[in-house]
Structure formats: structure tokens, C-alpha cells
């Protein structure tokens, strides 16, 4: 068959298939026009989930009958000058518009400001002529019919419920990256959603989106490296949700959903979170144009960065420092909770006794053989020797530490301590502590984890791990390039105990491992590390491993629940928690405390 030149509906066609996938991505593009065109206010109607309408109203900059007249056709944009390597508004690729009007029923009205209004209209790629039309200074764009020039894809659509929630996804996004903007979203197949202007108040805006707990909740980040910019808001640790969608990144303004990124956040908050929840944060990047390609997808979600490893690294140390600054606070959805939890009066079935010491109850110390790693833990003698290596004089010296407590049990004054002074053991696992304001609860068991824990991650820091040497070392075939990346990571790894070295072009030789690890399965584990570092050119993997089993020994080693304190001990670890970073979450990322004010107390008598 000859080659024959496609039609230009055809061609238009084509491109909607990549550029509009669904009504929510329609009305991402026309809604960033909008923006680009200068919009202080846009409104959104929908219908049918915005299969049957869309109408994106602005008071942008308006267009001429040149301009409409342009519009429609495949790559004219008023956008991009400089080239793709200084890209500075969110679209540019002049396909939206022709590519909507390729497969709906589409009409633009639009007026510049002192000018006269002009329509235009496009039914399944045929463009009408410019003609006179009475308008508001800005642009309307409406389409009705999605996709009814291709039914095919018509069938793939979801139902209306969830295009619709598609849509109103897409507009919060846009909403946080453009807080200066008022945005309204109304239609038959939705309940109304406005978005007031906050102008430079990002977290008035931010806490439109995420609900008013998130401002009591984020910490502020504000960080830079090497011309890149970083700054937003990351929740605390107990501040956390079900799944990744309350995860917002921008770069630039744009919104994206970059796996960089969110793996990036991932790491960040290791240890923090609890198995099968997920932080909220919201970061903006700022960098150099040229510095990112966002012409990766023509739906321009996906992002490149040319120094990738740069803003993992920016992201990872900013968040991790904020939370070290002020993620120790307990979040207060916890409190809230607690509240909630109250209620006045009183039961008719008898309470079971709660099991409390105040002072003098008899216990164990912290140091005892059935505290310590070993004995009841479940760990062998082989185990224990292995471990014994780890641990920092902090974590052998339990006793000295936790037994900082005043002379002869004397009370403390709780004002001069964020956590208090421990009041009470109940049920022989919460300690009851008073403060300042209010008071705190603390799971013994799991504040205690936490310490043991940071004081293991300090010692595996601290020097080069010991290693296992193997009788016979372990040869290891893989393809030369991932060779090459290995033995370029090769003295990071040395530090952690795994020694390897070249063998041949094809072969790597493990000769030691991990001792932290015990049986490893090295070709795995080498397998495991070259994949890691062809995508992010970092070998963190086995560092995370050697943590997990710390963090497995912490959770071993740590006072237990039952255990009976005596009122130093208690306030000791009180003491050892306001000092130790990440003590407001477990190394399973539970809460370790719950602070309760006075004035929620007085609100639960009716006081206030």
C-alpha cells in the first residue's frame, strides 16, 4: 500500500489519544490556559462528568479573532519562545484546543479587555468561520460531547461518578500550586466547590484541600542545593492517611506525579510511618528551566531531571530535618480522637481495676536480662554475640542513663519539661504525665523502642559495620554495566560490611558480608543493588536492611509492656524522649504519645 499524507482531523485525532485521555484531561488544559492567560478567577461546570459539558470561564487577557482563529490549529501557542529549554508557563505545546475540537463539540468565546467579543466553533475537527459574539473581558471555552467523534473511546471512560472526582482532583491541584487564583467548580454531577483567592498564604490554601487539621499539623520546609529550591509543607508522622493521594508536588508551578519524587518522600519518612499509611506533604521545587525536560509525555504529568540524584538528596534532607526540628510533636487528630473517645457519665458495668504505680512499685530496670537483647526476645546466643558489636555504650549503659532521676523520688516541676512529669503508670503500660498546659500519655513500650532504636542507627553510623568473611567467596555473574556501577559504589558498600571486588568483565566476587545480616543470600542481594543503583545511583538498599534488623532488635530489647516503673524510671524516659530525634513515633511508626491541653480537659466538664 503507498504512503499517504493523514488528514488533518485525523492527525488531530491521533494527538487527542495522547494528549486527552479522560474529561479530567481536557479540563486540565483548558484550565491551565487559563492561568497562562493571566486568570485571577476561574470558574468549572460539569456535567455528566464532564462527558456531556466542561465550560472553563476566565477573566485572563482574552484573545482576538487572529488569535481564536490560530488557536485551533495544531502547534500555533503564544507560549513558548525560547525553546524547549526555557519553558516558564504551563502549556506550550499548541495541541489541546485542535485535539479537543478533533473529538468534541467545542466553542470558544472570547474578548480582550476595551475589545470586541468573537466566537469560534470545531465539531468533531471541522472549524467554523470567526464570527461576532457578545462576552465578558476573558475567554469561555466550552465542549460538549467528549469523545463522540470516537466512540471508542468513549467506552473506556469510567462511570460519571468517577470522572467527575477525576476532575475535581485535577482542579485541587492546580488550586494549590495557583493560591492567588479563585476557583469555582459547579454542575448537575457534583456539589459545589469554592476556592477563595489566599494570595500569598500557601497553607490557607493547602488547608482548603487537606481540611484545617493539616495547618495545625505541617511543619514548613525552605531548602536549597546547588540552584534548586525547595519549599512547601510536610505533615508530621502521626499526621498520616490511608494512600498517596494527599501527596502534592509542583515543579516549577507544575503540578506533576513524578516517581522521583514520591520515592523521595518515601524515603524521607522511613521509619516514621506505619506500614500501610503514607505522609501528607506538599513540595514545591524551583529550579532552572533548563535544568528539567517536561516535555517527557504530552500530557505533562512526567518530568526529567538532569541531576536526579540532586533533588532526591534536596528533598530527603529537608523533609528529615524538619522532622527532626518539629516532627516529634504529637499530631492533634490524636487528641481529637481522645475526645472523642470521652463521654460524661458514667457505666453500669464495673470497670475492670486498672493495674497503676505511682512511686515504689517493685520493677525491674531497663538493663534486666528480660529487657535486654536476648532472653525473652526470641533471639539466639549466635544472635546476641552478633548484636553485641552494634550497640552504642548509650544502649549497653541503660541503667546509667534511664536512672538520671531525682534523689529520694522528689516530684518535678512539669513546666520545666515538654513532656512533663510522669504522674502514674495505668494498666502497667501508659505512663500519665503531667505538663504545663495539659498532660500526656506515653505507650512505654513503644517510646522506649524508639530510643533503642536511634541509639543502634548511631552506633551502625559510626564506623565501619563488622563482616562476615565467606570460607569461599561467592561469585556473582551479571551484565558488565551493572558490574561497573557496583564497583563504583564498591567502598560505600565496604563501609557497610559487604566486600566485593572484579572478577573478570562479567562477575562480581563477594567476599564478606554483612555479620549484622547473618545468612545472606549474596547473589540476591547483589542482584538486588546493581537494579537499585541503574535507577537511582544509590546503594541505600542495604543500609535499609541493616536498619530493619535494628530496628527488629530495638523493638526486642525495649522495655515491655506489663513491665511495672517506678516513678524515676518513668520520668527518666520522659527525660531521654525530649532529647532523642524521631521519639513521637515507634520504629513502626505508631504514636508514641498523645498530648491532651487543660482546655480540651475543661471543655469535657463544661468549664470553658
Not at 519539661?417 to 506515653?442: C, F, K, S
Request: charged residues 25%.
Amino acid at each position: 500500500m503507498a504512503i499517504q499524507q493523514l488528514s488533518e482531523t485525523l492527525i488531530n485525532q491521533i494527538a487527542a489519544g495522547e494528549v486527552i485521555e479522560r474529561p479530567a484531561s481536557a479540563a486540565k488544559e483548558l484550565i491551565e490556559n487559563a492561568i497562562d492567560a493571566g486568570a485571577t478567577r476561574i470558574e468549572i461546570a460539569t456535567a455528566g462528568g464532564g462527558k456531556a459539558l466542561l465550560r472553563v470561564t476566565d477573566n485572563g487577557s482574552g484573545m482576538s479573532a487572529e488569535d481564536l482563529v490560530l488557536a485551533v490549529r495544531r502547534h500555533c501557542t503564544s507560549k513558548i519562545s525560547g525553546g524547549l529549554d526555557d519553558i516558564r508557563s504551563l502549556g506550550f505545546r499548541g495541541e489541546a484546543l485542535p485535539s479537543i475540537g478533533s473529538v468534541a463539540r467545542l466553542t470558544i468565546s472570547s474578548r480582550l479587555k476595551g475589545g470586541d467579543g468573537f466566537e469560534i466553533a470545531i465539531e468533531g475537527g471541522k472549524v467554523s468561520d470567526v464570527r461576532p459574539a457578545g462576552a465578558n473581558p476573558g475567554t469561555v471555552v466550552e465542549v460538549r460531547d467528549l469523545f463522540f467523534a470516537t466512540p471508542a473511546r468513549l467506552k473506556f471512560l469510567k462511570t460519571e461518578r468517577a470522572e467527575a472526582a477525576a476532575i475535581t482532583e485535577m482542579v485541587k491541584r492546580l488550586a494549590i500550586a495557583f493560591p492567588q487564583v479563585r476557583f469555582t467548580l459547579s454542575g448537575s454531577d457534583r456539589s459545589t466547590l469554592e476556592l477563595n483567592a489566599t494570595g500569598e498564604d500557601r497553607l490557607a490554601r493547602i488547608a482548603q484541600i487537606l481540611g484545617a487539621d493539616f495547618r495545625e499539623n505541617a511543619i514548613e520546609l525552605d531548602a536549597a542545593r546547588e540552584d534548586v529550591g525547595l519549599t512547601g509543607f510536610a505533615g508530621v508522622p502521626t499526621f498520616n492517611r490511608g494512600n498517596s493521594a494527599h501527596q502534592y508536588a509542583f515543579v516549577n508551578g507544575r503540578p506533576v506525579q513524578d516517581k522521583l519524587i514520591l520515592s523521595a518522600i518515601r524515603g524521607a519518612y522511613a521509619e516514621t510511618i506505619p506500614q500501610g499509611r503514607y505522609p501528607v506533604a506538599v513540595l514545591s521545587l524551583t529550579l532552572d528551566p533548563a535544568m528539567v525536560d517536561v516535555n517527557v509525555h504530552p500530557a505533562k504529568s512526567d518530568v526529567r531531571f538532569r541531576d536526579p540524584q540532586l533533588v532526591r538528596g534536596l528533598i530527603v534532607g529537608a523533609v528529615r530535618e524538619a522532622l527532626h526540628r518539629e516532627g516529634d510533636r504529637a499530631s492533634t487528630t490524636g487528641a481529637s480522637g481522645m475526645m472523642r473517645a470521652f463521654r460524661p457519665g458514667f457505666s453500669a458495668q464495673p470497670a475492670p481495676a486498672a493495674n497503676w504505680s505511682a512511686s515504689g512499685s517493685p520493677s525491674r530496670p531497663f538493663g534486666s536480662p528480660a529487657s535486654s537483647f536476648g532472653g525473652a526476645s526470641g533471639f539466639g546466643e549466635a544472635q546476641q554475640a552478633r548484636f553485641a558489636d552494634f550497640q552504642s555504650p548509650s544502649a549497653r549503659s541503660e541503667p546509667a542513663e534511664m536512672a538520671a532521676a531525682r534523689p529520694n523520688g522528689a516530684i518535678e516541676m512539669p513546666a520545666q519539661h515538654p513532656l512533663g512529669a510522669a504522674r502514674a503508670q495505668v494498666h502497667e503500660n501508659y505512663i500519665v504525665a503531667q505538663t504545663g498546659d495539659g498532660l500526656v500519655i506515653v505507650d512505654q513500650h513503644a517510646a522506649h523502642e524508639r530510643l533503642v532504636f536511634e541509639s543502634l542507627r548511631t552506633a551502625l553510623r559510626g564506623r565501619r559495620l563488622p563482616s562476615q568473611g565467606l570460607l569461599i567467596p561467592e561469585i556473582i555473574d551479571l551484565p558488565e554495566e551493572d558490574c561497573d556501577r557496583l564497583i563504583a559504589h564498591a567502598e560505600e558498600l565496604d563501609k557497610l560490611g559487604l566486600a566485593i571486588e572484579r572478577f573478570g568483565p562479567g562477575a562480581i566476587a563477594v567476599r564478606e558480608t554483612p555479620a549484622m545480616l547473618g545468612e545472606v543470600d549474596s547473589p540476591a542481594l547483589v542482584r538486588q543493588l546493581a537494579d537499585e543503583i541503574a535507577e537511582w545511583d544509590t546503594a541505600g538498599g542495604l543500609a535499609a536492611k541493616l536498619e530493619h534488623v535494628a530496628a527488629t532488635m530495638a523493638c526486642h530489647g525495649s522495655v515491655r509492656s506489663g513491665r511495672v516503673l517506678r516513678v524515676e524510671e518513668m520520668n527518666a524516659l520522659l527525660r531521654q524522649m525530649e532529647v532523642t530525634p524521631g521519639s513521637g513515633q515507634c520504629n513502626h511508626g505508631r504514636p508514641t504519645y498523645v498530648e491532651l491541653k487543660l482546655s480540651d480537659i475543661e471543655r469535657l466538664f463544661g468549664r470553658s
